[in-house]
């Protein structure tokens, strides 16, 4: 990788101080895509400001009907956690499996949603809980954050501080692994808050995480799998690649959200 | 340059280096500890496990500065002197093992494996848990073979010292 000057505060008002201070500097989470990235040069920032010190960034916290998670809170931490298991256990099993054990060790929420990458596991689980991204200057919801492929709402120095979830009575998630990266080939959240369904769709779309709201009608209806009996997402807008092409993924979508709703009603 | 200080294996080292130098280099080519590999260099196969504060890591995705003040354990540091290390009898045992290059990552995953979920390991939590890494010689049965004994003889070797300090 190319050479950069290190920072590490400990704070995320130092963070972002350094951030706007020094020209093309990126933040560092858990690294596990940056990191990567710059070892093949795809990525050459002159600074790297490391939140790993940010104490203010770090825990788990049930605050009335949500979980909030702050952002440099590692995926093992989320997945371990009783607080998120009694509260949104379909978000534990989530972040239980990203990755494998050695990757959630490190990588982070706010580094995941952050990236916005197409496969990764966390958008599903914002868009379909009706997730608010916390940042140091405003708060935004999923639908405002994440807006195309590795793209989101985030500005220049502007830092994700930490995720709120509403908890809901049902939720459940099931995803088609890639055998090899363990990324989502297909990825989906369903959850039911009060009268309202949201399925969430990672690993599919060109453009990144979306709802499918033919999904949602029909277990707005009633939520079982039953409801989705016969229910087909279209291929178009949705990714081919050598690991699957977009008939087979469109196929998948219907098949994850189907266990998706089984794990979300035990059965 | 930037200063990183770490306990490695028990001992504490100091070293300036250059900031983009990663934790695997740093054990590898400062301190010549080769045992910790590098296989794919792109966070998939687990060559270069090693624990970091107590928690399995792939040391080819960490830089080293980043985890100043750490305790990094190394496969290095398993053994005592000449005796194995209980999960380590365990691989030669079950011959857990052939070409030999991935087994210090698989072999510090095990041991997390069982500083996480406990001395008592089936088949399935094993291969779940041994996604992160990768073996190209063995099939990976007689590495799920080796785990589940190693797990169950670290508890051995753990009852009787865990007596002495109480």
Known sequence: MYAFTYHKPTSARQAATLLAKKEDAKLLAGGHTLLPTMK???????????????????????????????????????????????????????????GDPHVRHRGTIGGSVANNDPAADYPAALLALGATVVTNKRKLSAEEFFTGLYETALDEGEIVTRVSFPVVSRAGYAKFRNPASRYAMVGVFVA??????????????????FRWPEAEAALKARFAVKSLDGLKHTADGINGDIHADPEYRAHLIGVMAKQAVAQATGK | MTTVSLTVNGRAVTAAIDPRTLLVQFL????????????????????????????????????AVAVDGSSVTTIEGLASGDA????????????GLQCGFCTPGMIMSAVDMVNR??????????????????????????????????????????????????
């Open chain 2, 84 to 95: 194995l290390h209980p999960m380590q009898e365990a691989f030669r045992e079950h011959h």
């Open chain 1, 40 to 98: 093949q040069r795809l990525a050459a920032p002159s600074a790297l400001v490391d939140l790993g010190a940010c104490a203010d960034l770090k825990g788990i916290a049930v605050k009335g009907r949500n979980v909030v998670i702050g952002a440099m809170t590692t995926h093992a931490e989320v997945a371990a956690s009783p607080e998120v298991q009694a509260a949104i256990p379909a978000l534990a099993y989530l972040a239980g499996h990203i």
């Open chain 1, 192 to 209: 039911k808050r009060g009268g309202e369904v949201r399925v969430a769709v990672t690993g599919a779309g060109e453009g990144g995480v």
């Open chain 2, 28 to 63: 590898r080519e400062n301190l010549r500890l080769t045992g910790t590999h590098v296989g794919c260099d792109t966070s998939q196969c687990g060559a270069c496990v090693v624990h970091l504060d107590g928690k399995a890591v792939k040391s080819c995705t960490t830089l």
């Open chain 2, 117 to 166: 979920r406990g001395h008592h390991l089936d088949e399935k939590t094993i291969r779940e848990d041994l996604d992160g890494n990768i073996c190209r010689c063995t099939g990976y049965h007689n590495i799920v073979k080796a785990i589940a004994a190693g797990a169950e003889a670290m508890g051995r070797a753990g009852a009787p010292l865990r007596q002495a300090a109480e």
